[in-house]
């Protein structure tokens, strides 16, 4: 089967409208969807024998170019996530799991190539049994055999860490020994302009610091607050961590790009708040006011610089710079209009500022030459056989254009300053389009 065969495969399917579905019976439907579930596992399967294959060909193709081989790995991951439209990080994950689930694991893939089992569900046997030796793992993946067909992927998983612990409880122990390394807190955005603040810690403590909250919020929920116990726990949690009184008055710097329109309250244009994402425009008037009814006596020192953005892409422009590295005002500049990664779908946080055309080779040290890239991507990128290059666009977008060393290409555009800006000039597409372009793809 060749890549042609999916994409024509991917076109039935886009045919497959809800005014023929209408006509279908329920017990038909169901019947299509199961039929869709189990294509969607077989091609998960399919996709980790296409991994294997692709990263084993990639590498050979490295140390036959002279890369040493315990270098020969570096850059396989970035290709590989791009391939799927997703991170390197991502790229770096499923190319693991495809070599475990390919190589190792025979009875989990056969599952999967019958449609019998998720991509997910197999992912997680693969991790419960990274501690194993190869032979371990495959006496666990040879037990399950007969319950990939009847059981949940709860019990599955649940079934892979027992075996895995009988099978050698020294490994298994030791690797929860060894996670509390990994130990670390991270923010994620959430619905309705929240925030998830999670901590992944060593299960004693963990079950600690649980527990000292709920204690405490059902202390003074029997005194009489009338907070929820969650509210209560919520709060105590942010009281506790910024070491203040109350739980609103926090005195820390965050960054709220807005227009000048919005903050006056002239118009409600989304603002972005870094490292979170989009904000409606009423909470980030709330944010830089320096007191506010809703928050008590809640008070915050207020700084302001301007920013300025194209008027069609909404992209920010015009900065200057001759230094050979990029900091300061610059640095700051280029993080606040790339505003994550620029690797397509990577999206991790910038950590690098670096030059798009090296400086060796005679690039600059300006806006438009420079790009923020997490760490890892940007050390990818000195791989041999990477290029990324600026290319010029009749609207002014600031683009690069990514090629890897297997000749795909990838562009990235500099997102909009602020989320809704480069959606005003969208027009809407016509009633036909998706019919439109499933004819294209079918004829």
């Not at 994950?93 to 599952?111: D, I, N």
């Not at 949940?152 to 690797?175: H, I, T």
């Amino acid at each position: 089967m060749e890549a042609t065969d999916i994409a024509q495969f991917t076109a039935a399917l886009a045919t497959t409208d809800l005014e023929r579905l209408e006509h279908v019976s329920p017990a038909a439907l169901c019947e299509f969807i199961t039929a869709l579930e189990l294509a969607k596992n077989a091609a998960a399967a399919a996709q980790a024998r296409a991994t294997v294959v692709a990263g084993d060909a990639m590498r050979e193709q490295a140390i036959a170019d002279g890369a040493a081989p315990e270098r020969a790995d570096k850059g396989i991951p970035q290709q590989l996530g791009l391939a799927r439209r997703e991170s390197p990080v991502a790229g770096s994950r499923h190319l693991g799991f495809a070599r475990a689930v390919v190589r190792e694991m025979p009875c989990t893939h056969a599952a999967m190539t019958e449609g019998l089992l998720a991509e997910w569900t197999a992912t997680l046997l693969v991790r419960e049994t990274s501690c194993l030796s190869r032979e371990h793992r495959a006496i666990v993946d040879a037990r399950l055999a007969d319950r990939f067909r009847t059981d949940s992927a709860k019990k599955l998983v649940a079934m892979a860490s027992a075996l895995a612990y009988e099978l050698d409880p020294y490994a298994f122990v030791n690797r929860g020994r060894k996670a509390k390394e990994d130990r670390r807190v991270g923010i994620r955005p959430a619905p309705e302009v929240m925030a998830n603040v999670t901590g992944f810690l060593p299960v004693a403590q963990g079950v600690a610091c649980y527990k000292a909250l709920d204690e405490s919020a059902r202390s003074l929920k029997s005194a009489g607050d009338e907070r929820t116990l969650d509210q209560l726990r919520a709060d105590l949690f942010i009281e506790r961590l910024t070491g203040k009184s109350a739980a609103v008055d926090v005195n820390i710097e965050v960054g709220v790009v807005m227009t000048d329109t919005a903050l006056l309250g002239l118009d409600e244009t989304a603002a972005r708040l870094e490292h979170f994402g989009p904000l409606p425009a009423a909470l980030a008037r709330d944010l830089l006011r320096a007191s506010d009814g809703d928050l008590g006596d809640a008070e915050a020192t207020v700084w302001l610089r301007r920013l300025y953005a194209d008027p069609v892409t909404g992209v920010l422009t015009d900065q200057d710079g001759r230094r050979r590295l990029f900091t300061g005002a610059l640095r700051r500049f280029l993080v606040a209009r790339d505003q994550v990664c620029r690797t397509p779908w990577c999206d991790a946080p910038v950590r690098h500022v670096d030059h798009i055309l090296p400086f060796a080779r005679g690039g600059e040290t300006t806006e438009d030459n420079g790009d923020g890239l997490c760490e890892a991507c940007n050390y990818d990128k000195e791989a041999p056989g990477w290029r990324h290059e600026v290319i010029d666009t009749d609207d002014g977008a600031h683009v690069v254009r990514v090629t890897t060393p297997t000749g795909h290409i990838y562009d990235s555009h500099a997102p909009p300053v602020l989320p809704t800006l480069g959606l005003r000039l969208a027009r809407p597409p016509s009633q036909d389009a998706a019919r439109e372009q499933a004819d294209l793809l079918t004829a």
